[in-house]
């Protein structure tokens, strides 16, 4: 040791000399000195910087003021620069406070020599196609990025430092050293600049060079480590996390990859557990479970334990990722129990706790952890105690807390950890109120009252600690105290409000504390615990009358508008309204605003029976102060309410208690005649006939007016309901309603509904009738016709909702009137005769009610089951109106419609009506009542009406424009009631044919009227009819003629009218196949002579006026034989031949007779001659006829200039009429009895 004392101080010394030779070398070069040299003497003083002795050597020589200076002198020098900035490299790590003295003094830019940054920032940019320079480059670069002064120069100056280092990582991808001191600059330089220019780095995807690193070194932990430090600096920026983990970069995989290729390397899982948090931040939770990350990170967590940073990042990111995790956890088919040892990272969080206790950041995140763990697997507070395979998790989490308690921070994660598990495990929950938490957590809220972040923390715990439990008074009061406090200071903080609100919740109302304790703080979870705080205090003695004074209604009714969806709000509210409604309350404002917030309420809830329970109750509390509460409901269309709520009730998906109620606030509005007739245009604009059919029956207008057209127009203009229209019908609709309604279905083709009104408009039971002419229906459907064809089968009184809804109604108002009127007997100011005088009643069994609509206890028990009231007063609804209109409303029948309230007197229902009035002004017992009822089923039955006149016997469908009736001959159910038709009216239409096969089918027809038609063919087989007695097919464009088959016989008919058609001569073979026709009429055709007999027996009437006939067969008339009537006016006859001596009447005026002729004089038994507007010049006097029974002698507007009645004048003594105005008579002798009957005027 002693002899190498001195040889080590001699190479000292000699190092020290060489050194100085070195410097002087350095500090004494001139400008044309070789450069082998000054590499050489650069490259003599890099030997002795790589000596261990360095440090001391170097230490205090300043060599960096000549290096650098020849650095500057020689930049374009490949081998100084290499040397020199080798040599920088060597001092700034052997003497680190070279770095600090190389930095410029002055941050100005004018010096009279370059700066170290101004110099590098030269050699990269000079030397960026070298390699070797380059490595050397970024290598000083980065030692000189360790100076806070030269990092802020360099990010100063023009030249841009990035774009040098990703140039040089981008020209050489291959190289190592310039890839790993490329990443390490750039990390640094990052978190020197705002996260603006963070951005324009990867929108200009710079970040692509970092990335190609992982790709090309995937192996080379110390080129991956840099590169992650350099991600996990760009990662701040939220564009650049979803530039990130788009599918385009993906680095989620390039990071999930690094950790599980470098497990064992804590630098790197610590970085890559720090950046996936960053990722994480951005809310791509799902992207990041599906690929793998949890797992990664959980394997981190528990490698390890002791790195704080890592743990704080990683337990914050799976806090963040807990749920997705869970939510995810189905759709992998994975073993449970290996999933959740997999994702079960409590021990983890446990260890943490345990060996980070001063750490704030790692208690923050474990702390989330376990919170949220605990939240979605909820069976995990299990392994939470002091037991066997059990953590004390609760004592960690609460020891964080209160060693932290000045960390808002630990103590909300803290807080919130400990609320979950008081939750989820009473034996926690009862462990930390033993040890005194609530008293802790007192304090600190009295230590940080300015903090709503602690309060509401502190609430939040005290709110799950104290469920299930009542604390003593004293602990009450203390907490009390502070939680007033709290509220009252942050009164615009909502999540503190709520917190608080609970709290005092389980204090007030212990057994109906929240059940969903995940609520968001909002609004409406303040209102609900204030709704249910108001609720507790309402329920105290004095306390409504205060509340009430606080403006208490008020404030409900506005919570009830501020959250009109909100279930629980508006049942709370709802309840509440019922107890703080008085009298002295209410006012036309306040009842406004309460039927709008009650009806919006019941409609938006009307599956949900708890709040339509509190609401009506609140609706029948108000209308019990004020009736005129029901035109204000009816206003906001609560009877649509009360209608479906009835609905429910006939289907049975309400109980009894509901029922009642609901009934209860029907009958209270239905008091009112004017809502009444209100409600009964709503339920016909919904279809609901129940309701319909009730209003109806309690005395509701059919016909009161309405905005626009009539209530029975609306229905049918809207169509598809016939029992509606049947009930409208029944209850007396006007009959130009019923028109206008009839009109508008027509052109909606409902059927069954046109069949309803024309049976009202129609159908005759009494005459057995059906009369549809008129109409003008243009077309006609069998299913039109059927239903007004009576049914031979007995209908039946059915039981229905309506009317049994009907008497439910009227029990409630008469329950409520005989309630009045025990008021009205303790008031001293009204006598008892009074009383009685106003209301009396009667009551009538009705199983009806109880067996569809059975009654709740509250009304069996007043003693009403099955009884009907009915009041003696004339707005009342008496029991037999209210069965007449039950009867009428069920059968729909015509002739009950026509005999209803609206008719006028004289109608069947007439007597009736006495007799309900007789009934309702006498004393008679209940019996009279039965005696009534069964009076009007027996005498007012439709059935009966029908089993006495089983047929329609008479049809009429005259003037309905219609083209054809096929479809009636087509349908055999139709045909069947057709069959019994004995008469058939088709006039006045557009036929020009009548089915063939409907004629066979009217076996029972007489008469058929067909005129005024388009037929252009006589159809033959109308003769086959087996009864026709009448046809009359006059008016068409039958002809010029026809012929009838000579075998036909059709012996019934009696009546055939041809008239006004286009014939030019008599039917052929008529004679013989009608051989019994009485009367018969050719008028208005075109015949011009008759030339062939007719022969017809018993023909009593011949009509062939306006023809143009001239001349008859002599022996026309012979089989003629009961002739009594022959027209044959308007014709160009000048003779005739001889006429059945049984003609009583002869009609031949306008045509051209010159004289009498004598076949007119001999008849024995005429009556009546109309010979007027001939040419006759002379009358022959009373001895040339031959008849004594003359009546009627009509010459007027002839040429008679002589009348010679001077012999048998006394044969026209029972001459009733003799015309002979405009003639040419001067003068009349004649001593005639009636000359009263005589009319000469206009003659000469």
Not at 236 to 264: D, H, Q, T
Not at 794 to 809: D, E, H, I, Y
Not at 880 to 900: F, I, K, N, V
Request: negative net charge; glycine residues 4%.
């Amino acid at each position: 040791m002693a002899s190498g004392g001195p040889e080590e101080g001699e190479a000292v010394a000699g190092e020290e000399q060489a050194l100085r030779k070195l410097v002087v070398r350095l500090q004494n070069i001139q400008e044309r000195k070789r450069l082998e040299t000054l590499v050489q003497t650069l490259s003599d003083l890099l030997e002795l910087a790589a000596r261990q002795s360095a440090p001391r050597l170097f230490s205090g020589k300043n060599v960096h003021v000549p290096l650098l200076l020849v650095v500057d002198l020689y930049p374009g020098a490949a081998g100084v620069q290499q040397m020199g900035w080798s040599l920088l490299c060597k001092l700034i790590e052997i003497c680190p406070s070279t770095l600090q003295n190389i930095a410029p003094k002055d941050v100005g830019k004018d010096w009279e020599v370059l700066g170290v940054h101004q110099q590098i920032l030269k050699m990269l940019t000079v030397h960026k196609g070298n390699v070797n320079l380059s490595v050397i480059g970024l290598k000083a670069l980065n030692l000189l990025l360790m100076s806070d002064i030269i990092a802020f120069l360099l990010l100063e100056e023009e030249v841009d430092v990035f774009s040098l280092v990703f140039n040089a990582m981008h020209t050489f991808p291959k190289n190592e050293e310039i890839q790993q001191h490329g990443c390490k600059a750039l990390h640094k330089l990052f978190e020197k600049v705002p996260e603006e220019q963070l951005t324009e780095f990867v929108e200009s995807k710079d970040h692509m060079i970092i990335l190609k690193v992982f790709k090309e070194f995937p192996e080379k932990e110390e080129l991956i480590l840099p590169a992650l430090y350099s991600l996990h600096s760009l990662a701040g920026p939220r564009n650049n996390v979803e530039v990130l983990m788009s599918g385009n970069v993906r680095c989620y995989n390039v990071i999930v990859e690094m950790m599980k290729s470098f497990p064992s390397s804590e630098p790197v899982q610590e970085v890559s557990c720090c950046l996936l948090h960053k990722l994480t931040l951005g809310n791509f939770f799902n992207i990041l479970v599906l690929h793998k990350v949890p797992e990664v990170i959980v394997k981190a967590v528990t490698t390890y334990p002791e790195n704080a940073k890592l743990q704080a990042a990683a337990l914050s990111c799976l806090a963040l990722l807990t749920e997705t995790i869970f939510l995810n956890r189905d759709l992998e088919e994975r073993k449970e129990e290996e999933e959740e040892e997999k994702f079960c990272w409590l021990e983890a969080c446990y260890r943490a706790l345990e060996l980070h206790r001063k750490n704030t950041d790692v208690l923050e995140a474990a702390c989330w952890a376990l919170k949220n763990l605990f939240l979605y697997q909820r069976n995990l507070h299990e392994k939470i105690g002091d037991g066997d395979n059990q953590f004390p998790i609760d004592r960690a989490v609460m020891l964080s807390m209160l060693m932290h308690s000045s960390s808002k921070e630990v103590f909300q994660a803290a807080a919130s950890t400990l609320a979950i598990l008081s939750q989820q495990n009473v034996n926690i929950r009862k462990t930390l109120l033993a040890k005194g938490i609530h008293m802790n957590v007192l304090d600190i809220m009295r230590k940080h009252p300015h903090s709503p972040e602690m309060v509401e923390s502190a609430c939040r715990i005290l709110n799950h600690v104290f469920e299930g439990s009542f604390p003593h008074l004293d602990v009450m009061t203390v907490a009390v105290s502070e939680v007033v406090k709290a509220m009252r200071k942050h009164e615009k903080s909502l999540s503190v409000q709520l917190e608080a609100l609970r709290v005092l919740l389980h204090f007030m109302m212990p057994s109906n504390s929240f059940k969903n304790k995940q609520l968001l703080c909002c609004h409406c979870n303040i209102q609900k615990c204030g709704l249910k705080l108001l609720g507790s205090v309402a329920e105290c003695t004095g306390a409504l009358e205060i509340l009430t004074q606080q403006g208490a209604t008020d404030t409900v009714l506005h919570t009830l508008q501020m959250y009109p969806d909100e279930q629980d709000i508006q049942c709370l509210g709802l309840s509440l309204l019922r107890s703080l409604i008085t009298r002295r309350s209410l006012c036309i404002a306040t009842m406004h605003v309460l039927s709008a917030v009650l009806v919006s309420t019941l409609r938006r809830f009307k599956e949900a029976t708890e709040i339509q329970m509190h609401g009506f109750h609140a609706i029948l509390a108000i209308l019990g102060l004020s009736p005129c509460f029901a035109k204000l409901l009816v206003n906001e269309s609560f009877d649509t309410v009360i209608f479906y709520q009835m609905s429910m009730c006939f289907t049975d998906q309400r109980d009894q208690q509901f029922q009642s109620l609901c009934c209860r606030c029907f009958a209270k509005i239905a008091e009112n005649d004017e809502l009444k007739n209100t409600m009964l245009e709503k339920a016909c604009m919904e279809y609901n006939s129940i309701m319909a059919e009730c209003l109806l029956l309690l005395g509701a207008d059919v016909n009161k007016k309405t905005k626009t057209n009539s209530l029975i127009y609306q229905v049918c203009e809207k169509g598809s309901n016939p029992k509606l229209v049947e009930l409208l019908l029944a209850s007396g609709a006007r009959e130009q309603d019923v028109r206008s309604a009839l009109t508008i279905s027509i052109k909606r083709g409902d059927s069954q509904i046109i069949s309803l009104l024309l049976k009202k408009l129609s159908l005759d039971v009494t005459n057995s009738s059906i009369c549809l002419g008129g109409f003008g229906f243009g077309r006609l459907e069998p299913s039109w016709l059927i239903p007004l064809f009576p049914d031979k089968l007995t209908q039946t009184r059915k039981q229905n909702a309506g009317s049994a809804l009907a008497r439910m109604v009227l029990k409630f108002q008469m329950k409520n009137i005989s309630e009045d009127r025990s008021r009205a007997s303790s008031d001293p100011n009204l006598s008892e005769d009074g009383v009685d005088r106003n209301y009396d009643w009667n009551f009538i069994p009705d199983p009806l009610v109880d067996s569809i609509f059975p009654l709740s206890d509250d009304i069996d028990s007043e003693g009403s089951e099955g009884l009907l009231f009915t009041k003696k007063k004339s707005n009342s609804i008496a029991v037999a109106d209210l069965y007449c209109r039950e009867m009428a409303c069920q059968r729909g029948s015509p002739t009950l419609m026509r005999h209803s309230y609206s008719v006028g007197p004289g109608s069947d229902y007439e007597p009736l009506m006495k007799q309900r009035r007789k009934f309702l002004l006498s004393d008679e017992s209940p019996k009279s009542i039965s005696k009534l009822s069964s009076h009007i089923r027996s005498s007012d039955s439709l059935s009966s009406l029908i089993s006495e006149k089983e047929y329609i016997k008479s049809l009429d469908l005259s003037s309905n424009e219609l083209e054809n009736i096929d479809a009636i001959s087509q349908n055999s159910c139709l045909i069947s009631h057709l069959e019994h038709l004995e008469k058939l009216e088709l006039h006045q239409n557009a036929l020009t044919n009548i089915p063939e096969q409907l004629c066979e089918n009217l076996k029972c027809l007489t008469y058929l009227d067909l005129h005024s038609n388009r037929f252009t063919a006589f159809p033959p087989y109308l003769l086959r009819m087996n009864c026709i007695t009448n046809l009359d097919i006059s008016r068409n464009d039958i002809g010029p003629s026809f012929a009838l088959d000579p075998n036909l016989r059709c012996p019934t008919l009696k009546q055939l009218n041809l008239s006004y058609n286009q014939l030019v001569c008599t039917p052929e073979f008529l004679t013989s196949v009608a051989e019994n026709l009485e009367q018969l009429s050719l008028e208005g055709n075109k015949i011009s002579c008759l030339c062939s007999p007719l022969c017809l027996k018993d023909l009593k009437t011949l009509n062939i006026s306006k023809n143009s006939i001239s001349s008859l067969a002599e022996n026309v008339f012979m089989g003629c034989t009961k002739l009594e009537q022959f027209n044959a006016r308007m014709n160009v006859l000048e003779k005739i031949p001889d006429l059945s001596s049984s003609i009583t009447s002869l009609k031949l005026s306008q045509n051209c007779f010159m004289n009498v002729p004598e076949a007119i004089l001999l008849l024995p038994h005429l009556r009546s001659v109309d010979l007027s507007q001939n040419k006759i010049t002379s009358l022959p006097g009373p001895m040339h006829w031959k008849s004594l029974n003359l009546r009627e002698l009509l010459f007027n507007h002839n040429q008679i200039d002589v009348l010679d009645l001077s012999e048998k004048a006394c044969a026209w003594s029972r001459l009733e009429k003799l015309h002979l105005s405009h003639n040419k008579l001067k003068e009349v002798k004649c001593k005639i009895l009636l000359q009263e009957n005589l009319i000469v005027y206009h003659n000469a």
